[in-house]
């Protein structure tokens, strides 16, 4: 499995005017395999997550159960994470113009 997308969330409710996202950011640029990271907002739960792009599932779970849990850890908030297979669903994702498969 090559392209390989996560999905992360964090339930914890900050409106993310208020969230300090750039050194996230800083750190997430260091983390290997990690391709591209769509940020996510929660409509009316201020939840906080993300959709990412990885290289690889064992780059993308190495970073679900490291960094990621870590953070939710220390928010002291539950969290969600799905792996997704981003080869198996190509040709339909291209049919419908995703960003991902240019």
Same mark, same amino acid.
Do not use: H, I, R, V
């Given at each position: 499995m090559? #392209?390989?997308f996560l999905y992360t969330e964090i339930q914890a409710a900050v409106p993310f005017e208020q969230f300090d996202?750039?050194?996230i950011n800083a750190? $997430? #640029?260091a983390a290997?395999?990690?391709i591209r990271k769509t940020w996510l907002s929660g409509i009316g739960t201020h939840t906080i997550g993300g959709f990412y792009?990885?290289?690889s599932a064992?780059?993308?779970l190495a970073?679900?159960?490291g960094p990621f849990a870590e953070e939710a850890r220390r928010a002291g908030a539950p969290a969600t994470t799905r792996l997704f297979d981003g080869d198996i669903v190509k040709d339909a994702? $291209?049919?419908? =113009? =995703?960003p991902y498969y240019a």
């Open positions: 090559g #392209k390989t996202w750039s050194p750190a $997430l #640029k290997p395999g990690l792009e990885f290289d064992e780059n993308a970073f679900a159960q994702s $291209l049919d419908m =113009s =995703s």
